[in-house]
C-alpha cells in the first residue's frame, strides 16, 4: 500500500544508448525487442522507443546525441545502462511541492512535455540516480489495451518483479526514497539491517530493491514461470547466462543489453 496518495505505479525505466539500432539488436537477443519508435523527440536529437515489461511498465529505450542532454551526461560519466525512473503520479503539483520541501527539483520547474507533466529529482539530491515524476497527459505513452500476450516471445517472462539498485547503506536510501516519494513500507523492511537489501514495492506489483554497493540502477529482475525453460533457450541462442544468487535463478550479465538481467520464478499466476 503507498501512503503518499498521488503516487500511482512506476511507470517506466529509461535507458541511455550509444546507438538506438545496437540497443534493439541486444534487447532482441532476449526476445524484448522495442517497438513504437519516435523520431521527433528530444528536438530533434533523440531516437526513441520502448519494451513492454508487464504490469503497466515499459523501458524507454534511448539514443540522444545532443551533448548537452541529460542522457548523453549519463553516458559520458557512467557508459551504456538504466539511467533513470519514473513514477507516475495523479497530482504532479503535489508530489513536487512534497519533494521540494526536502531537496531541490531540476531546474526548478515541470516541464510540459511530449509524454506528459514532467520533473526530476538528480542522482545526488535522490538515491544515487535520476527519479522522474510524470503526470500524463493528451499525447502521453500510456499502456496499451488490449496489453501484448506476452513480454518475450522468447522467454516465459511475466512481468517486471524489481528494480536493483546500489547504495552505501541500503537502508538509509530506502528511507530516503519513501521520504521524497511518500511510497509506504515494505512489511519486511523493519528486520534488514544497514548494509542488507531493501525493498521498497510500488502499487503495480514490483519493487524498487536497494543493495550495497555503488550507487546507481544496476538491473532489472524479471517474474518468469519456467527460468529453467528460459535458460535452455537461452543458452541455444548463444547468449551468455549463469546463475543468480538465488537457488533457481538466471543471470544474464551486463554485457548482454548494458545491464544485468535476472530471471526469477514468479509465484504470481
Not at 539530491?125 to 516471445?153: K, Y
Not at 524498487?208 to 529482475?221: A, N, S, T
Request: glycine letters at 8%; hydrophobic letters at 40%; a positive charge.
Amino acid at each position: 500500500m503507498t501512503r503518499g496518495h498521488t503516487i500511482l505505479r512506476l511507470q517506466h525505466l529509461g535507458t541511455a544508448y550509444r546507438s538506438h539500432r545496437s540497443a534493439s539488436a541486444r534487447l532482441a537477443r532476449l526476445g524484448l525487442a522495442p517497438s513504437e519508435l519516435r523520431t521527433d523527440q528530444g528536438r530533434g536529437f533523440q531516437l526513441d522507443s520502448r519494451t513492454l515489461l508487464g504490469n503497466e511498465c515499459w523501458l524507454h529505450v534511448v539514443h540522444n546525441w545532443n551533448p548537452e542532454a541529460r542522457v548523453c551526461r549519463y553516458l559520458r560519466e557512467r557508459g551504456e545502462g538504466l539511467e533513470h525512473i519514473a513514477i507516475e503520479t495523479r497530482d504532479i503539483q503535489a508530489a513536487v511541492a512534497r519533494v521540494r520541501e526536502m531537496v531541490p527539483i531540476f531546474a526548478d520547474r515541470i516541464f510540459h512535455a511530449a509524454d506528459g507533466f514532467e520533473a526530476f529529482v538528480f542522482p545526488d539530491h535522490a538515491c544515487g540516480f535520476t527519479v522522474e515524476l510524470i503526470q500524463p497527459h493528451d499525447t502521453s505513452w500510456n499502456w496499451p489495451n488490449p496489453p501484448p500476450p506476452r513480454v518475450s516471445p522468447m522467454l516465459a517472462v511475466r512481468r517486471l518483479a524489481e528494480v536493483v539498485a546500489g547504495a552505501p547503506d541500503p537502508s538509509e536510501a530506502a528511507d530516503r526514497f519513501q521520504r521524497l516519494f511518500g511510497l509506504g513500507r515494505d512489511e519486511l523492511r523493519s528486520r534488514h539491517q544497514p548494509g542488507r537489501p531493501v525493498r521498497i514495492p510500488f502499487p503495480n506489483r514490483c519493487a524498487l530493491r536497494f543493495v550495497q554497493g555503488e550507487p546507481g540502477l544496476r538491473g532489472l529482475v524479471f517474474g518468469s514461470a519456467d527460468p529453467e525453460g528460459d535458460r535452455r533457450a537461452l543458452t541455444a541462442s548463444g547468449v551468455p547466462n549463469g546463475a543468480g544468487s538465488r537457488h533457481g535463478d538466471v543471470r544474464i550479465p551486463k554485457e548482454v543489453v548494458g545491464f544485468e538481467v535476472v530471471l526469477r520464478s514468479d509465484p504470481i499466476a
